[in-house]
């Protein structure tokens, strides 16, 4: 299975991409966890994107691409991926593209999670993590412990850098100028599917798992 998980941030991608995983046994690529993996180890990568980052632009788009074609490459990619969080731009849908061409693997099938730009805002100031095993929390609809310490895995929760409301506006703003012109793009290939996150996340997965079964 190869699939692209769509939409802006905050709508889901992350928390539907991990259950796919889980479920199917292919791995989930976030390129914003490869890119925080990168900027807390301060290797060079990280320090040139932890300040786009928090300013809440795009990362330039060989740099991604870059990273994409080593991790698909990956032994454990063999059976399929599910991207979450690229490609944003269409140069990196086209070099995308070329990458699976030489390959040999087939086309992607892209779903799109929708949530209105008021919720968005509302989930991200209100999103927690776990640095550890990226279980998320949020504040008013499913609390961390007081503690702040992850049931599941004993790691740290925390609230990313960037999730805070200024960011949150500009992300949005360069979601809609320079992502959202990719539906049109994978609408045109055929294969793109639109799903409402605004249900429960078991509605969600199950209207995602129909669509890919
Ligand atoms: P995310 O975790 O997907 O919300 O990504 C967090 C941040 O990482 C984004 O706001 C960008 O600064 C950067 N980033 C993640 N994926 C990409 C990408 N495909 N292209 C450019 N920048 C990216």
């Given amino acids: 299975m190869y699939l692209i998980l769509f939409g802006a941030p905050g ?49 330039p788009d060989e740099i991604m691409l870059g990273l994409i074609k080593e991790r698909i490459n990956n032994q ?23 990458l699976m061409t030489a390959l040999n693997l087939p086309a992607f099938k892209c779903i799109e999670i929708e949530v209105p730009d008021k919720d968005i ?23 961390p412990p007081e ?10 929760i925390y609230q990313r850098k960037d999730d805070n409301e200024e960011t949150i506006s500009n992300r949005l703003k360069v979601y809609k100028a320079q992502t959202a ?10 294969d793109f599917f639109t799903v409402s996150g605004s249900k429960p996340v078991e509605e969600v997965q199950k209207e995602i798992a129909a669509i890919l079964d």
């Fill in 147 to 156: 503690n702040m310490i992850c049931p599941k895995c004993g790691g740290t």
């Fill in 11 to 59: 709508v889901g991608k992350g928390t539907q991409a991990k259950l796919i995983s889980k479920k199917n046994g292919i791995p989930q690529i976030s390129t914003g966890d490869m890119l925080r993996e990168a900027v807390k180890n301060q290797t060079e990568l990280g320090k040139k994107a932890g300040e786009i980052m928090k300013r809440g632009e795009l990362v």
């Fill in 76 to 98: 454990d990619c063999a059976n399929g991926f599910i991207l979450d969080g690229f490609p944003r731009t269409i140069a990196q849908a086209q070099g995308l593209d070329k």
């Fill in 121 to 143: 805002i509302k989930r991200l100031v209100s999103r927690r993590l776990c640095e550890n095993c990226g279980s998320d929390f949020n504040l008013i609809t499913n609390p």
């Fill in 181 to 190: 012109p990719l539906k049109k793009y994978y609408r045109n290939k055929g």
